[in-house]
């Protein structure tokens, strides 16, 4: 069954609220979401201000001075993951 976009936004927020900081990468896997709708995902997403983005410089990588994107949910991505969660757990309860 295909997930809508609010699914799909809503287990973004999920990947992150699991960690710090994560890469792109990793934010794929745990939301299971592709690359390429990710990336439009990641841009809405922090232009609404719920996740934020971060550019470290790693000193140890194979190649010296490439800087890597980091992404991290924010304080109101927090809520409305709150939010969400509790109208679905609510909502999940009620048997037709």
């Known amino acids: 069954m295909k997930r809508s ?3 799909m936004d809503i287990a973004v927020l ?3 609220s699991s960690s710090k ?3 792109l990468t990793h934010i794929m896997y745990k ?3 592709n690359a390429k709708v990710l990336k439009k995902k990641l841009i809405v997403l922090e232009a609404k201000s719920l996740i934020k983005s971060q550019k470290l410089h790693k000193e140890h990588l194979k190649q010296p001075g ?5 992404y ?3 304080s109101k991505g927090l809520e409305v993951l709150h939010t969400y969660l509790s109208a ?3 909502l999940g309860c009620l048997e037709i």
Do not use: P
């Open 88 to 90: 679905y757990n609510a």
């Open 14 to 16: 999920q990947a992150l």
């Open 66 to 70: 490439k800087e890597r994107m980091f």
């Open 72 to 74: 991290a949910v924010t």
């Open 5 to 7: 976009s609010v699914e």
């Open 31 to 33: 939301a299971n979401v």
């Open 21 to 23: 900081l994560l890469k």
